[in-house]
């Protein structure tokens, strides 16, 4: 009788094992990816200094940016984070934010950046112009009143 039912067993475990091998190779394809999709290089200029960062548009429509203070050194920055969407054939439109610390490290400004993305069309450059504004930021209230903005910020990116 156990014979029987580890015979049974075995039939039973190659079946499971066939169902999900052929299962497996019918799975459904994962959607085409956006153009956009990738980490890119940055150079550009924002009316008080120069910088380079290196910038990330993430599948499924958020942002990550890490950028240089160029010649702004008396404050620190957090990483910019942000989403972004497809406006149009190669066009784009992005929100990101990050916040700013004063020379002793204290909170003090967040600066929001508005963009719209041109993308070429080799796929492997795009540039940018972005509206930026600041706002005084605390920890009990941010964003807080308008300090300066909006400036205007451009940026050209080469894929990473």
């Known amino acids: 009788m156990r014979r029987k039912y580890a015979g049974l067993a075995v039939a039973l475990s190659l079946l499971i094992i066939c169902a999900l091998v052929s299962l497996q190779g019918s799975a459904v394809p994962a959607p085409a990816q956006d153009p956009l ?6 150079t550009g200029t924002n009316p008080n200094y ?45 929100k990101q934010q ?7 490290g204290n ?17 492997t450059s795009f540039s940018d112009t972005c509206a930026v504004n600041f706002y005084n ?11 300066s903005g909006p400036t205007t910020a451009t940026a050209t990116g080469t894929r990473f």
Do not use: H
Request: negative net charge.
């Open 37 to 42: 999709v990738g980490t890119w290089n940055l």
């Open 50 to 94: 120069p910088f380079i960062a290196v910038m990330s548009f993430n599948l499924g429509g958020t942002t990550v940016e890490y950028d240089s203070q160029g010649t702004n050194s008396s404050t620190g920055e957090s990483i910019d984070l942000g989403k972004w969407r497809k406006t149009g054939n190669l066009a784009y439109t992005f």
């Open 98 to 104: 990050n916040y700013t610390y004063d020379p002793s």
């Open 107 to 123: 909170l003090s400004l967040i600066g929001i950046a508005s963009c719209d993305l041109t993308l070429a069309s080799t796929r």
């Open 137 to 147: 930021c605390s920890l009990s209230s941010c964003p807080g009143s308008l300090v």
